[in-house]
């Protein structure tokens, strides 16, 4: 029961409560105090009546709507911690092959986060992003399929936009919030920009840069975005 609570929207349990409070004060404590200005009382009365009309409502929709929305949520839920731990690990691989040959290259400027050698659950500072993407040299990946940081990121970009596809496919069962972290996630400026600096190579251009600090605007936003899926759906994903 009290997972169920838990994943009741906020807004109406809030509501809920500022209702049954202003219910429980007029019933036993405002009812034989004297009118503090003319129609005070009529006043009461119709605040009274809705509140209740708020409170039945708000139980109504709890019994017919929530519950059997959180019943369908669970029963998709191990599908979606599927996906949710997929598109966490790909980001962190390849967040973990950035920090690696940028601490390396940097020469003690930057430092490898934690003592883990994949890197999980952290995001840097824009200073540290600044640094990572100065750090990191445009043609030097870890990959033996990925000639430069564009190839590789590409992937990625490959990688993610296939899992939100499979996610937002279970809509129906994803809150607003999630659907609209995904969407963002799967159109978001990182990955047109990688998409435009690959059509460019592909057709014979070279970029000039010697790293990815060109780079680092969309970095910043990617992260800062990821970390909103983390803490606003894995986590509460793993949670419910």
């Known amino acids: 029961m009290y997972k169920i609570l838990k994943a009741f929207r906020q807004d109406l349990f809030i509501l809920f409560?500022?209702?049954?409070?202003?219910?429980?004060?007029?019933?036993?404590?405002?009812?034989?105090?004297?009118?503090f200005f003319d129609g005070g009382a009529t006043l009461g009365i119709i605040i009274l009546k809705i509140c209740y009309s708020i409170m039945a409502s708000i139980i109504f929709y709890f019994f017919a709507v929530h519950l059997k929305d959180y019943k369908k949520r669970n029963?998709?839920?191990p599908l979606l911690n599927k996906y949710f731990k997929k598109l966490k690990s790909i980001k962190n691989v390849w967040l973990s092959e950035l920090y690696f040959i940028a601490t390396f290259q940097s020469k003690g400027k930057l430092d490898w986060p934690g003592l883990e050698a994949l890197i999980t659950d952290y995001f840097p500072s824009s200073e540290e992003i600044e640094k990572l993407a100065k750090y990191t040299p445009l043609n030097e990946t870890r990959s033996s399929i990925d000639k430069n940081w564009i190839y590789r990121t590409y992937r990625l970009k490959n990688q993610i936009e296939t899992l939100c596809e499979e996610i937002l496919r279970l809509d129906i069962y994803l809150k607003p919030n999630e659907i609209s972290l995904i969407m963002e996630l799967k159109t978001c400026d990182l990955f047109s920009k990688i998409a435009v600096h690959k059509f460019s190579l592909d057709n014979g251009n070279n970029i000039a840069n010697e790293n990815i600090s060109f780079l680092s605007p969309e970095l910043e936003s990617f992260l800062n975005l990821f970390?909103?899926?983390?803490?606003?759906?894995?986590?509460?994903?793993?949670?419910?």
Do not use: V
């Open 17 to 35: 409560i500022i209702s049954i409070s202003l219910i429980f004060i007029m019933e036993f404590f405002l009812t034989n105090i004297p009118e």
């Open 75 to 77: 029963q998709i839920s």
């Open 227 to 240: 970390e909103k899926i983390e803490t606003e759906i894995i986590l509460e994903t793993k949670k419910g």
